[in-house]
């Protein structure tokens, strides 16, 4: 599948039915280090996102879904992760603004705006036990991929495998933002749940591009 | 509702929290613009971009607006909601790093007294300093301003006679009154125009208040602080 509109489409589908299957697993990650509601939130603003979806002109682009996703986890999600992920989607819609066909640079684009739209607002930087720890990694595999010559679908890939290894490696790390900075060293040993739901977000990116979307 | 006053938003997890903080500033500050913006659009725990967004459009007479955050996530559905204001209006809207409850009390009674938008900023501020309390009751034996001649220096003692002494109330009716002059007055060592500061004193009945101003209408501003504090604020 080229990366259009109706990819984003699937995108956020994707999203949608990747958040409500690990959503016990993302409410038990937070209850462990922060207060318990990430899944739930995710959950209900992913699921707002749905019926809306169904709404879009055929020839809406990429960024039109994108920003739809983001104006739409803002007001609905209610936690932390409503105003970050909606930050990253709605900096990655202007960084592929017009664009009806996303090439290798432009999933690069995409993904570089989200992770630096999460990072303005959450200021977290890699190392601090957030989704910035999945974040950057998968955008920094996503550019090598794409110098390699890959394929849009290939850099998503890419994306989503160091993703699911950033969130990974979050286990053994102290938070220095967000509610689980609160623990101190009790944190150790617990993956970050924004870490975790990233890499989800972005296997959902790369399963639809795969054309292994949720229909 | 006074024209051109600052207007101010309190931002929580919890609804309860942010109307409890209006009823609490509501004492001190009864005509000051506020809007709670405490909870999830379906009254749950959490934070509402659709309320914050609202809340600041309830209060924004074109003076300014403050927000107070609790929790981190608070603070960035407030910064979310200023990124989708006109560029015109987010000028005048500020979110104040401050304790939520000090801070909206603090700068509540700032915007009852018509401050700007940078002086309500200073006086949530002014909730997150460390100064350590004061205990004027423990010092106050010390009794008899020296009166300097000069028109720019008056000085005066006044024994507290209501009840409960600069709590509350009293002290944001204090501080109201010395907004009013432009003397720098200091209270047993502090700012007599924070409210905090003046209740960091921790003055009770009994107590000997030592007022020093420093400005044109320094004589004005002791004459009519002694007044009040002798008065009792309405509570003998």
Redesign the interface.
């Known amino acids: 599948m080229g990366l259009n509109g109706a990819w984003a489409i699937a995108w956020m589908r994707g999203s949608a039915a990747v958040v409500a299957e690990h959503r016990v697993e993302l409410i038990t990650l937070d209850r462990d280090i922060g207060d318990g509601d990430h899944g739930e939130n995710l959950d209900r603003g992913f699921s707002a996102i749905l019926p809306k979806l169904d709404e879009q002109p055929a020839d809406a682009t990429p960024a039109d879904i994108l920003k739809l996703a983001a104006t739409t986890l803002i007001s609905t999600v209610g936690g932390a992760s409503g105003p970050l992920y909606g930050t990253a989607l709605l900096k990655a819609s202007i960084a592929v603004a017009g664009q009806e066909d996303l090439d290798a640079d432009a999933v690069v684009a995409l993904l570089t705006a989200a992770r630096d739209g999460i990072v303005l607002r959450g200021k977290a930087e890699v190392g601090d036990k957030t989704m910035v720890d999945a974040w950057t990694p998968a955008v920094d595999a996503a550019s090598a991929a794409a110098a390699a010559g890959e394929s849009p679908a290939r850099v998503l890939a890419a994306a989503a495998d160091a993703a699911w290894g950033g969130a990974a490696a979050t286990e053994p790390l102290v938070a220095r933002k967000g509610r689980a900075s609160y623990l101190g060293e009790r944190a150790i040993g617990h993956r970050d749940p924004g870490a975790q739901s990233t890499s989800y977000l972005l296997q959902a990116a790369a399963a639809a591009a795969a054309g292994e979307g949720a229909a | 509702m006074s024209g051109g006053a600052v207007g101010l938003v309190f931002v929580s997890h919890s609804a309860l929290i942010a109307e409890g903080l209006i009823a609490l500033a509501r004492q001190m500050a009864p005509d000051a613009a506020l809007a709670a913006a405490g909870g ?2 379906e009254g ?7 309320l914050v967004s609202a809340g600041i459009a309830a209060v924004d007479s074109g003076a300014g607006v403050v927000v107070l955050c609790d ?3 608070a603070i ?2 407030a ?2 909601a200023l ?1 989708f204001l006109d560029d015109d209006v987010r000028g005048r809207v500020r979110i104040v790093d401050a304790p939520l409850v000090e801070g909206g009390v603090a700068a509540a009674v700032a915007a009852q007294t018509g401050a700007s938008l940078d002086e309500v900023v200073d006086a949530a501020r002014s909730a997150a300093g460390g100064d350590p309390a004061q205990h004027g009751a423990d010092e106050a034996t010390r009794a008899g301003g020296s009166d300097d001649p000069t028109a720019s220096h008056a000085a005066a003692s006044v024994t507290l006679r209501n009840k409960d002494g600069l709590h509350a109330r009293p002290a944001a009716e204090f501080v109201k009154l010395a907004s009013t002059f432009a003397a720098k007055v200091v209270v047993n060592g502090k700012d007599a125009k924070s409210l905090l500061g003046i209740m960091s004193l921790g003055l009770v009945k009994g107590a000997v208040v030592e007022l020093q101003a420093d400005g044109p209408d320094a004589e004005d501003a002791i004459g009519a602080l002694a007044s009040l504090i002798e008065s009792g604020f309405g509570e003998v």
Do not use: K, P, V, Y
């Open positions: 999830t659009d749950g725990i959490g934070t509402s971009f659709e929790l981190g996530s960035l559905t910064e979310t990124d």
